[in-house]
Each structure stands twice: as structure tokens, then as C-alpha cells.
């Protein structure tokens, strides 16, 4: 780094704009030289960054920045526009849209990278100002799974139901599917912690990551066997005497129903289900059902199924049985993935739920938020298609036919990517507010060029539900508007601008308070003051005076019973598994250096050096199968795509697997390969396992996108 320019303002206390941890960071120095100092105040992070946060001003002030509205002109070519043209082109569409096809012909589609702010106004603008059903976000690729299993076996979806500052006196973790040593590095720090003070890791992952190589234990199953891995795990402790049977009956229901699916998990079975030997499930089992405090911990690699609920579920049945939810430096928790991955599903961008978490078919809630907006509440509409749903129907009879794209470059994200695209195409308007041209924005009629993170206030939820306050560090660029702006000048031209007179984001936060209020993420009790000066508010939150909720479950449940709920589950295999044609298992990920669709992070020198391309890990037996060498580039073919990858050779993946990183985009997009195969319950596609095949290139050399 660059030693800090002279300037005669203070550096300003601000967040990193990419993962769920949300380190707390300083930036100094106009929008060309600013620059990025940990902050060692914020408890979070304690000063420590990842490379991506380091770096994360490159972007601020790079070439490709867009600093004026776009429009399609008659030759199909974009070309620089007004704001004005540009905002009532887009306004027009929607209304036109609407009145030849119906009100629900319009959608939006939103990101979680939005703040609760954003989010809020976003769910509020489909509802109220279009009054379409059709809003859903990229978060349902990334948290749903798990927010669906804790709704049903808690009664509340909080990531983490306790501090990070509990992980290091937990005796034993267990995480599955997560690799933070790259996705959120800073959080090792407590899983160091962990292992100073003699505690223990297990890692459940089919390859040998940098946070399985910390581990004590990597249990390296085969895709898609979680939930018999759990069942396995759980098998052995109810065998072997370890579950916790007092608190089973005083805190919970429905054990009897596990008991019995779990007794047909032997651990024979489970070995070849799994691919985990028998000597590991049992040396695991142990661990967990020894230890005085203990941790049952999941992320993407075990949610982004479409068994994903089954899963988290039978994880969280390891984590009741064993009597941990509710008690200190103990319990069960997922890692949120986006920066604000928590809140920005809690206040409205998804196609089922009101602000507060409230459900959107709730008599009650509808009241509740209709009351706060001042509207009848039969002008709210219902439920809506979900993320993959709403995209898979595009332009088509029934489906949306005029789409607001905030926050989300799903032409890269979403799977069965091609498909993705194409529907994109079908769209009569399509409209994206970005601050780079991405791919899905180079598809629109209308690019939007809005603020950055650090060109605009708001608040974010981190993973552990800590509410923070995002502060403006520069102001945007001339011609840039905030997505607020955006999102408040559309609605006055389609005539709902009473309903969105704010002047800036903390009156939108005033109002989300009323709208939360009473809801399972209350957030009526916080304030941008207390956030300052308590380093950030826990929800639930319900009053100024409460000192909100670091810690859930310590009294009860959220639950009509006040009890947890376990919930017998059987494991499915994957929606597609390997056969003749198609001999092996692809799995998907992040790396360290990328972040997401890699609009931001491919546009900076230095994570581009780092990773200048996606690797297809194979290992070395497998190559020799196939005669590959390091470094080859291969193609890769599922049922859907092909797309192109350069082979690197690594003993600590499965034979039977091939992983991915999917931060690019065109032909080295792993989501050409990606399975849209649903969820029943959360909707979210099956990322993480389909059945793939290596194909040869012809010279084998090096390819461009």
C-alpha cells in the first residue's frame, strides 16, 4: 500500500463492501488516491483485512466506471443519454409492460449487496410503485437454504444466533460446505483463537481447502451425501450414548421421528453413501458428543442443493441432539456469503416476505406494512416467483415482459447461465443500474450508473446480525446517483412519488424501523445514533432501550410451542448424478482473490494477478486418466454448456470431482455447466453438484475469454 496523502479531512470509518463480515475499514483521500487502513476499533475484524479489502478503492476511480445513463438507440448500439431520458424511458416501459400484459409483466430483481436501506426501498418500489408480485434477489443463490431450515426448526433465520467472539471457546467446530481461510479470511483470526485455546476443527468438504488443512479432521465426502453424513454423525451419538437427552426433552420436539430415520445410518452405509471412512465418522461423532461446548457450522458447499434444507436440517437436528442451540460458546450457525446477505433478505427483496421477516401471505403482516405505507392492504400484491423462477420465464406468456435489475450481474450468477442469457434477451425492456457494464448490463435498453459503496451512506447486517453503519467516505462522481435517487425518481414518474419523498437514506431507515417493528427482524429499536456508538445493534431489537440480542435461544424459541424442532430427513442423492456419459461430480466455489460474478474484483490489478483466470482442480489421478497435464486448458460439458478452463493439478480434491470457481463470465462462466434444479422448500438451484465430463482441446494451449 501507498502511505496515506496529505488531507485535511480525517479518514472516515466505513465498511468493506464485499463479504458477510463486513471489516470495519478506514478510507482517506479523494476518490483517485484514496486509501485503506484497517480499523483496529471495530470488534469485528479487529483491524485485519483480506486482499480484496485492501484494494477495495481501485475501484472508485477506475476507467471502466460509468458515469452517464446509457440508452439502446434504433441501431441496437448503446450510446450515452440524460437522466431524464433515461429514468422515464425506463418508466414508460414498465407502465406499458403492465398495460398490455398485466401488472405482475413487471419485475425487479436485487442483489445483497444492497443496503437494508436499498433493499427496503426496492421491496417497497415493486410492491407499492409497480404493484407487481415480482421481485426476488440473488440472495436466494446463496442463503435460502439455510434461512429455510432455521425458520422451521427455530422459528427465526439469523446466520449466526451468537457473536464470533464465541467461536474461540467452542471445544470442538464442525463446519460444513465453508472455506473462509479464502471466502472471509479476517474471521480465522477466531478459529486461530480456537486452536490456542486446545479446541478442535472439522471440515466437511470434498476437497482439501486452505480451512480444511487447519482442521484436526477433513471428513471429504462425495457431493450431495451431507444430510447422510449427518444422519451418520447423529446415528453414532445416539448409539454410542452421547446426546443430550434432558435437553431434548425440555427444549425440543419431534426427537422420536429422528431417532427412527437415523437408525438406518449405520455407519457402514453412511461410508458408502458418503465416501467417508467409517474410523472418521466415529472419531468425529466423538469429538462433537465428548466436548463441553461445541459448534455445528454450515455454508454454500452444504445449502446449494436441491436438497439444501434437508441439509442445514439434519446439521441442525447434530446441534439439538447434542443439546448446543441456545447455550454459551455453543450452537448452530451458517455463514452468510454477501455483504449484507442477512439483511437484505429480511426487509422485502424476496418474493415471499414483508420488512421484518414478515411473511407476505400473513393477514397480520400485510396490515402491519400496508398501515406503515399508507395504503389499503389489498393493493399489496402476493407472493411472487422466486429468483430462478422469475428469470426462467422471461419474456414469456405469464412471465415478466419489462425487468429492473439492482445490484446483481445474474447473466454470471445465476445457473444454466446460457439459458439465463437467452431469456434476458426475450425481454421487451430490460434496464440494470450498475456502476460498471457487466455482462447482464451490456444486454439492456437502459444502464443506470449509480453510487459505490463508499460513495453512499446506509446500514448493513453482518453474518452474526450486527446491524453497522455504512458512512459516505467521497461523494459520487458528477452524473452518478445513488440507487436511492433511482429507485425514489422512477416512482415519481409512475406516479406513487408521495410514497417516496426521502431525502436521504436515514429517513428510509426511520420508516423501515416502523415497517420492522413487531416483526421476527425487529429492527424498530435501532438507530443510526446507537450503531455509532455501540460499533453496531443486534436484532431483534424492539425498543430504544433494549439492549438488543447478541445471543438467541438462551430462554426459548420463537416457536408456537417454545421449543426447537427436529425434523426427520432422508437422504436424496443429487439431482443429477454421474453416468457413462458424464463420469464425474462438479462442484463450484469462490477463491481469494474473486468475489461473486467478479464485476468489481476482475477490474483490479492486483486480484487480477492473482487470479487472472479460473483453474478446473483435477487430481492427478484422474488427469493421468484423461492424459492431462498442469496447465492444459480443457473444456468442461454438463447436460447444459461447455465452458473452458486451465487444468490444475491437486492431490487434495476427490478422483470422482472436479471443482470450479465461478467469478467469470463468457466462455469461462461455470454456471453454463450449473443445474437449475430447485429446492421444494427454498427455491435455491443446485449449485454445488451436477455430473460433468472433460473434453480434450485440440492444442491444448492457452484461450481468452
Known sequence: MHSAPRSEQPPTATHCPYCAFQCGMRLAGPREQAVITGNDLFPVNQGALCIKGWTAAATLAHPDRLLTPLARNARGVLVPATWDEALDRTARALREAQARYGRDAAGVFGGGALTNEQAYLLGKFARLALGTSNIDYNGRFCMSSAAAAGLRAFGIDRGLPFPLGDIPHAEVILLAGGN??????PIMQYFAAQRANGGQLIVVDPRRTSTAQEAALHLRLIPGSDAALANGLLHILVRDGLIDQEYIRARTEGFERVRAEVATYWPERVERITGVPEAHLVRAAHLLG??????VLTARGAEQHAQGVNNALAYINLALALGLVGKPASGYGCLTGQGNGQGGREHGQKADQLPGYRRIDDPAARRHVAAVWGIPEDQLPGPGSSAYELLDGLGQEGGVRALLVMASNVVVSAPHAQHVEERLRALDFLAVADFFLSETAQLADVVLPVAQWAEEGGTM???????ILRQRAVAPPPGV????????????????????????????????????AGGVADYAGITYERIAAQQGVFWPCPAEDHPGTPRLFAEGFPTPSGRARFHPVRHQPPAEEPDASYPLYLTTGRVLAQYQSGTQTRRVDRLRELAPEPLAEVHPATARRYGLREGQTVTLRTRRGAAAFTVKLTAGIREDTVFV??????VLAANRLTNPALDPTSRMPEFKVCAVRIERTEDGGPRTE
Open 180 to 185: 473462509p481461510a479464502e471466502t472471509m479470511p
Open 290 to 295: 465428548t466436548a463441553r461446548t461445541a459448534m
Open 461 to 467: 447486517t453482518n453474518l452474526e446480525g450486527r446491524v
Open 481 to 516: 446517483r445513488t440507487d436511492l435517487e433511482v429507485l425514489c425518481a422512477l416512482a415519481e414518474r409512475l406516479g406513487k412519488g408521495q410514497f417516496f419523498a426521502f431525502a436521504d437514506e436515514r429517513q428510509v431507515f426511520e420508516e423501515l424501523r416502523r415497517a420492522s
Open 661 to 666: 470457481p465461478f467469478h467469470w463470465g463468457g
